[in-house]
């Protein structure tokens, strides 16, 4: 089991979530979070002093089985991608060691359903 994060422009949430629904990703973890730095900071001037501003992202966050990652991985890579010349975001995937339900104290990947 690994645990997908990924972070990516606000206006490309509908395509990649349509595009996990597409595999039956059930669930997914949807917070709004600021990117600081990189290619898509701006910087603005307020009374003389130069400051960077922080991006608007989302960030979503999942649980789904090792053989399936890679094509989630792929699913979420293609949706979000904008063929712009700005950061679309980043992927990172990690391997879980264990997961549980609160409710029904299910553990590995039946605590994900």
Not at 79 to 95: N, S
Request: net charge negative; glycine share 6%.
């Amino acid at each position: 089991m690994v645990k997908i994060e990924a972070v990516i422009q606000p206006s490309r949430l509908a395509d990649v979530t349509a595009a996990l629904r597409d595999l039956d990703v059930a669930r997914v973890s949807i917070s709004e979070v600021l990117s600081h730095g990189g290619s898509r900071s701006q910087k603005v001037v307020y009374r003389g002093s130069e400051y960077t501003t922080d991006t608007p992202m989302m960030k979503l966050e999942l649980l789904v089985s090792s053989l399936c990652a890679d094509e989630a991985v792929e699913a979420i890579s293609r949706a979000a991608r904008t063929r712009r010349d700005c950061d679309d975001g980043a992927i990172l995937v990690f391997e879980v060691a264990e997961a549980v339900s609160i409710r029904s104290g299910a553990r590995g990947e039946f605590a994900m359903s």
